[in-house]
DNA sequence: AATATATAAATCCATTTGACTGAATAAATC
DNA sequence: GATTTATTCAGTCAAATGGATTTATATATT
């Protein structure tokens, strides 16, 4: 855990990101507000805010008075402040997007092939970075995020089976990235890196803690808690897919039975699908099979409710969160299905917000998330830390250092 | 969440518990090495253990010179520099305890009773609270912490069936006891509670993060995770004896089929004993019914298996710590019959630790767990949380206020 | 219409807190 | 006496604070 002390220097920076984070999240904010909001007085605010717009962070517009006294300045997080690249590796391709600030994606490609090898995989990031570097050629580049399917370092699960990849085991990933880009490189599991990307830019804004689950080939989800995605102590936290869900049920390439993920996920879809027409597809599935499709639904919804009442009596969530790699239209199903659901400790006196809620930023939610990864290394809050239990990073503050800084008063 | 800023007045109280909690978990330790190990320079930790010795919170003793220079003074936390009274309500009685900083239960009362109903209960927290302070008449009392079973303020299961409290929604434990005490006092739900004092002196101190289930009446579960338990939004995270474990299962009172808690935990062994022999008595199951006892482990060792690989897969902690208000004799039997454990993202390459611990500290567990809900205030390290996800304290800093304060550099 | 006052937002400046750097001191061994 | 190690003393510096000041607008008064 390293405990560490604090001390000016460290201060310093801290105070910068809450006031930055306050402003990404409460934009178009007056330093006034803010004052009162962290606690700091408006001095401090604003000499941060001045070196905050002098880096180009944050750009400020006078409002238009209404009462008395000087119209308050309202300021914004400059999206064009910063970038960050995303990457998603898939069984079946990758993905790359550039990033910005404000989490707009303002460019993406995707790079189909298999099988995704490292050796194959590192020559296309190349190219694919080399792509959305290109876009803003001369702009602050904050780092790359990669995400990739888990479980991490797992002797039973990783890398086995139709929802992983093969071939992974010991990469380093982001040295490799690191040393051939010069830009600071950060891996994280798709759902994690989704979860992220939901916190940042997605409904996860006015939520405090929400649990994220990610539908995807496979399924994985990730508890976000205080503006942190609780990772576990190998990173392999959110690995609900193959919480054994049905006693004795079907076998799973993890070796036990009855996974969730074998009955919730595209590929317990995919399994169906094939059975009856060895050339369907899932992402077509609603409109060739449909069929098959509310079988599917029909079954698995308990399932689902029984997970979903899972989660919340073990986190206690202000909500739920579903989204994934699958179609808007699929999520929908899947998450109508979910009614009636189950007791459980979410169901308090006094709630007026939804236990669960769809996210339909859909298949962006990842690559956004990915980049996320590195950006959240300028806009967390707690001392560079988005994820809790990560290592704290010993880097040079970010947001104080990076091409785009004009002399800071000298 | 409300993100603070922060100062030098916030500072230091920050790096006087940092440097506090290292003294704890590292304790015997000397100046330079704490410096070392949390990045503060050594003058700047020697003026912190300056005010903290003044305050007796901490000793120190030169130790016996071995090589040339000066013999370093090695530093502990001094057990008697503050108190704290941990209350455990359960359905049958009330126990209380007065536990100093070092986690030592120097004295227990256990008033048996029922049915433990709010007002005759605060009659008798008066009585306890007044025998404890006696025992150390002249202290520093940092404050109550109270355990009480969870979950809080859930329609469907609050304080209905036979594992929980009946006639306490909506009562404000923590308020009244500090208005008629004049002490702090904090609440927290059982299972939560001696996850804490489990942290702080029991196998927690050498696992970064461990998942907490705690065998009672109930069932109950909490996550630890960076020296904090992780509460959830509203405090019930960890309700674990009611994630549905068997499809379509017995009726549990929350409404839900087939609960964890419907088969393993005390309250489910009752059951079973009861409908044979009408008068036996857990605590003598093992002496009295052990056929019985066997059936259940038989039967429950599945269930209980499922619900550890589920919390692997979630939680990923570093260990899973079981423990309990059962006896040894019977936990140990639990303990056993987890094996073989399932596969999950615990089953790591390089893996020494083992995936589940026992925790031998009985039923003291949770009664030095409730006195660590005040203690922590003390000992926290994160800005005077040991709860992730409760409301910053925004009392004086404890650690510079009390009765056993001399002068300090006025 | 012209002027004065009230109010709100943001900035300037002296003060204070507290950690840091470097020198000094104390207690041991060589 | 020289060297080594642990700790303390003295001065420096970074950064937040409180109080006064400046700027821009609205409203009241003459």
């Known amino acids: ?187 994280g599991t798709e759902p994690s890196a989704a979860a992220l990307g939901e916190r940042l830019y997605g409904k996860g804004r006015d939520l405090n803690s929400f649990y994220y689950l990610y539908v995807g080939v496979g399924f994985g989800g990730a508890m976000v808690h205080g503006g942190s995605v609780l990772l576990g102590a190998h990173g392999n936290a959110g690995e609900i897919g193959h919480i054994p869900i049905v006693p004795d049920g079907d076998l799973c390439p993890c070796g036990n039975r009855g996974c969730l993920e074998r009955y919730v996920s595209l590929e317990a879809l995919d399994r169906r699908l094939k059975a009856v027409d060895p050339g369907a597809e899932v992402e077509r599935a609603l409109e060739d099979h449909p069929a098959i499709v509310d079988e599917w639904i029909a079954e698995t919804a308990p399932v689902l409710r029984r997970a979903i009442a899972t989660i919340e009596n073990l986190f206690d969530p202000e909500g739920i969160v579903i989204s994934g790699f699958a179609s808007e239209a699929l999520l929908r199903r899947l998450f109508a299905a979910t009614e009636p659901l189950m007791h459980s400790v979410a169901e308090r006196s006094g709630r007026t917000s939804p236990r669960l809620l769809l996210s339909t930023e859909g298949k962006d939610a990842v690559m956004r998330g990915s980049a996320a990864l590195a950006i959240s290394g300028v806009l967390s809050p707690r001392f560079g830390l988005l994820f809790a239990g990560e290592e704290e990073r010993t880097d040079r503050d970010p947001i104080m250092t990076g091409p785009a800084k004009k002399e800071v008063a000298a």
Do not use: C
Not at 14 to 29: D, F, G, K, S
Not at 40 to 58: A, D
Not at 159 to 174: A, I
């Open 1 to 187: 855990m390293a405990l560490r002390g604090t001390n000016q220097e460290f201060g310093r920076p801290y105070n910068r990101r809450i006031v930055l984070e306050t402003i990404r999240l409460e934009a178009p904010i007056a330093r006034g507000d803010i004052a009162s909001r962290v606690g700091l007085t408006v001095q401090t605010v604003s000499t941060i805010i001045r070196e905050l717009e002098q880096n180009g962070f944050v750009t400020g517009s006078r409002d238009a008075p209404k009462g008395r006294g000087l119209p308050r300045t309202s300021l914004m997080l400059n999206p064009e402040g910063g970038f960050a690249i995303g990457l998603h590796v898939t069984p079946i391709g990758i993905g790359a997007a550039l990033v910005n600030l404000a989490g707009d994606i303002v460019g993406s490609r995707y790079h189909a092939f298999a099988p995704v090898t490292p050796e194959r995989s590192f020559a296309i990031f190349e190219t694919l970075i080399a792509e959305m570097r290109a876009l803003r050629p001369d702009a602050r580049m904050l780092g790359i995020g990669v995400a990739m399917p888990g479980p991490n370092d797992v002797e039973s699960m990783s890398f086995v089976g139709p929802t992983t990849l093969e071939g992974w085991k010991g990469v380093d990933v982001g040295g490799r990235l690191t040393a051939t880009t010069g830009l600071p490189a950060f891996v």
